[in-house]
């Protein structure tokens, strides 16, 4: 035909979710091509996400540690900090994994087209040929002919209608490529890119204010777990303004002069006004999905007013040889939840293409998906809170283990954390109800969520979790720990 190439799997988009389902494809046999503008696969993620956020985020807590062992009898001094060589430091990890999917992506056959890829038909993709470091394109175009296609093309961070163009309001991109630390700094929305972020900044020397709109930080964590973090991390900040609405913002030569408006429950109608100026104001305030952007509706895939796509439980859209994956399809905009549909999207297409029949009935069946704030200390959290218990009437029994009973949590001088486990008490489950949630606040947190998100997927009980030697001494015991006491104790086991 007029096709200048032809695949089985076309992947729009090089994010975790996009290279995820190529690699997964092309391992099964098929032909398959990524469509991305970026000169690097890796997507948000790898480029200016996760990556990057947590080099830094390492950096921060080391200073912060080192600051610390002050109390053990050992004084570095202040730290020198040179921006520009920090920045090397953040691309050159970007670099290492950015290369290294390139190099995967030949081992395995998988084509890469550089350029902005929009459906011109239901089974047609044109793509611009886009150059340089950014999305500058030439010329070029190229038509691909797929036979099924994955839409993987993430997001984009949110602005507030009324936030001045200006150098000095960035989002996370532009918190990631650090070109100076600020006096004092905004964060707009307390969520976990926003904290993680004035985390950084905040211990190479920012002040902070945070604004939320909601009333508390983090949402979606236990809120045992946040107080502790919002105890430890207090100094940060000059105000947490919760319950609070950014209604304007102007660019001033002294700064960016934000006005917030906390509206009290008693008096609705007469809103607190409070006027700030910023030398740096980071927006944080939500994502948006790029589905308005790819021709999707020349191709007949349904996109939501807000952009969403909608698929099914085999990452199916309207559009039976069409699928979709990672942020565009919904929350939670998490890597790990993009690379699981990847691979159940790539299974069922490689089923349908082979007749395979077990692999064509591959479907998203995870019971739950972690959440961790990488901050200091570190927020996990997996299934269900215990507000959210309260809300849909479940009866739990806890098991909260405070970190200052744990030996390894006290030689590490971080005694603050909690580890706290929520167990179904229904009466019919007698004493032995399965796990349902679980969160973790301290070190290395983000590290041992992952046993309490397998305890869930395999219905475990207390019982289980508390009889399976931990070692010790370490961090993860406290979850052996949390088991028993919601157990109560281990005497009555059967
Ligand atoms: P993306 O990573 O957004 O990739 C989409 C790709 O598609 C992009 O490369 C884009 O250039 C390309 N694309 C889009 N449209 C087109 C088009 N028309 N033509 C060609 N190419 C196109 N998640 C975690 O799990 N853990 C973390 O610690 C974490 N930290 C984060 C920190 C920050 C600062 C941010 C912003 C996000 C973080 N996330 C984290 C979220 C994570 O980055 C996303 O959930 C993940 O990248 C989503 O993957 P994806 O494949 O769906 O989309």
């Known amino acids: 035909g007029t096709a200048d190439l032809e695949c089985d799997l076309l992947v729009l988009g090089g994010g975790p979710g996009g290279y995820s389902a190529a690699f997964r494809a092309a391992d099964l046999g098929l032909k398959a091509v990524i469509v991305e503008r970026y000169a690097t696969l890796g997507g948000v993620c790898l480029n200016v996400g996760c990556i990057p956020s947590k080099a830094l985020l390492h950096v921060a807590a ?12 050992i004084d570095f001094g202040a730290p020198e900090v040179n921006l520009e060589r920090l920045r ?7 670099g290492k994994l950015t290369g290294g999917l390139a190099a995967m992506a030949r081992m395995r056959k998988v084509t890469t087209v550089r350029g902005y890829g929009a459906f011109v038909g239901a ?23 797929f036979k099924k296609a994955i839409i993987a093309a993430g997001s984009q961070a949110l602005r507030l209608p009324f936030m001045p163009e200006d150098p000095r309001v960035i989002d996370a991109t532009g918190a990631l490529a650090l070109k100076e630390i600020p006096k004092r700094m905004l964060i707009l929305g307390g969520g976990i890119i926003g904290l993680e972020m004035g985390t950084v900044y905040s211990t190479l020397g920012a002040r902070l204010d945070v604004v939320e709109m909601l009333d508390g930080l983090m949402q979606g964590a236990d809120r045992d777990l946040v107080k502790v973090w919002q105890k430890m991390n207090a100094h940060r900040f000059d105000r947490i303004m919760l319950g609070t609405q950014t209604i304007g913002a102007q660019a001033r030569p002294e700064g960016i002069e934000v006005s917030f408006a ?20 980071l927006q944080a305030v939500g994502r948006r999905p790029n589905g308005k ?6 191709a007949g895939v349904t996109v939501t007013d807000r952009g969403f796509i909608d698929v099914d439980r085999q990452m199916r859209t309207n559009v039976p040889h069409i699928f979709a994956i990672g942020d565009i399809v919904g929350q939670p905009m998490l890597a790990h939840k993009a690379v699981h549909e990847a691979h159940v999207a790539a299974e069922v297409i490689a089923g349908e293409l082979q007749g395979d029949k077990a692999l064509a009935g591959a479907a998203f069946d995870a019971r739950v998906i972690p959440s961790v704030a990488y901050t200091d200390p570190e927020v ?5 809170t215990e507000d959210q218990a309260k809300a849909q009437g479940i009866r739990v029994k806890k098991g909260l283990f405070p ?5 390894r949590a006290i030689a590490n001088g971080r005694d603050e954390g909690y580890t706290k486990l929520l167990f179904d008490d229904a009466p019919e489950a007698r004493g032995h109800g399965k796990i349902l949630g679980g969160g973790m606040v301290g070190s290395h947190a983000g590290d041992m969520i992952g046993e309490i998100a397998l305890a869930i997927e395999m219905g475990a009980d207390a019982v ?3 009889k399976t030697i931990h070692p010790h001494p370490t961090l993860g015991e406290s979850i052996g720990m949390a088991a028993e006491i919601a157990h109560g104790s281990c005497t009555d086991v059967p």
């Open 293 to 298: 952007q790819i021709g999707a509706e020349k």
């Open 262 to 281: 906390r509206v009290a429950k008693e008096h609705p109608s007469a809103p607190q006004t409070d006027l700030q100026t910023y030398d740096l104001v």
């Open 403 to 407: 970190w200052t009973a744990s030996g």
């Open 464 to 466: 289980d979790i508390a």
């Open 88 to 94: 090397g430091h953040k691309e050159k990890v970007i």
């Open 380 to 384: 996990a959290w997996v299934g269900l």
């Open 62 to 73: 080391v200073i912060d540690e080192v600051r610390h062992l002050s109390t053990a009898g």
């Open 123 to 145: 089974h047609h993709l044109q793509v611009q040929e886009t150059t340089g470091a950014g999305q500058e394109q030439t010329g070029s175009k190229k038509i691909i002919a």
